[in-house]
């Protein structure tokens, strides 16, 4: 491992300049996240509520702070009035809430649709069926303070990269039939947040538009 500046520097060489590095800081000390905004690095992951709501207020206000996590409507309040976009959206119930407070906060929030890609029980996400019947409804229609931007999946921890790979296209395929179906006209809906420290270059094979990385820029935890 070089340092956090050389580890950023080496990953953005690997990586098309379509595809928007995120940072994961989770756990990780000011002093580490502040070396990776100095060297150019302004998105960065988190996925706990009150951690990413002490780093907001502790660092720069150009920061983008993406939430990754999975996300309990009872916390939604604390990250509406700062957080740059939410990947981690895995029901009707909690893109209610996000859409509630965004509008009481005079805002829009920028959403992706977390998918259940893995073979694990412990992942989180929407099956397609369940996706497609919330975007035709109408009480999801009427919502105005969300923008969903695309989708959002996490691989087997595995180190079968052909069955990572597979689980990457599935993904790739439910953003292009969303895109087609529901999106077809809206120019946000475009990412695709697929890929981490061990699978990311897969993920941008199989169509990436966002990596999160954490231990190759930071270290191990």
């Known amino acids: 491992m070089g340092t956090i500046a050389e580890n950023i520097k080496q990953i953005r060489a ?3 300049a379509n595809v928007t590095l995120i940072a994961v800081s989770k756990t990780k000390p000011l002093s580490a996240i502040q070396e990776a905004y100095y060297a150019g690095q302004h998105d960065f992951g988190e996925n706990r509520t009150q951690e990413i ?10 920061v983008q702070w993406h939430f990754i996590g999975h996300l309990q409507t009872n916390k939604v309040k604390y990250i509406i009035p700062f957080v ?3 990947h981690s959206v895995d029901s009707k119930k909690l893109l209610r809430e996000i859409n509630r407070l965004s509008e009481k906060n005079n805002r829009t929030t920028d959403c992706l649709l977390q998918f259940y890609i893995a073979t694990e029980e412990s992942k989180f996400g929407f099956s397609m069926q369940e996706a497609e019947e919330m975007l035709s409804d109408k009480e999801f229609i009427a919502w105005k303070n969300i923008r969903l931007c695309g989708v959002m999946g996490m691989a087997t921890l595995t180190d079968n990269s052909e069955l990572i790979r597979s689980e990457f296209k599935t993904l790739k395929e439910y953003f ?6 529901y999106f077809a006209d809206n120019d946000a809906f475009k990412e695709i947040s697929m890929g981490m420290t061990d699978d990311y270059l897969i993920a941008i094979e199989e ?6 990385i954490g231990s190759a820029i930071f270290g191990k935890r």
């Open 176 to 181: 292009c039939m969303l895109k087609n179906n």
């Open 53 to 62: 709501t002490e780093k907001y207020s502790l660092l720069p206000k150009d």
């Open 14 to 16: 690997q990586i098309p």
């Open 207 to 212: 169509g990436s538009t966002m990596v999160r």
């Open 84 to 86: 740059s976009m939410i």
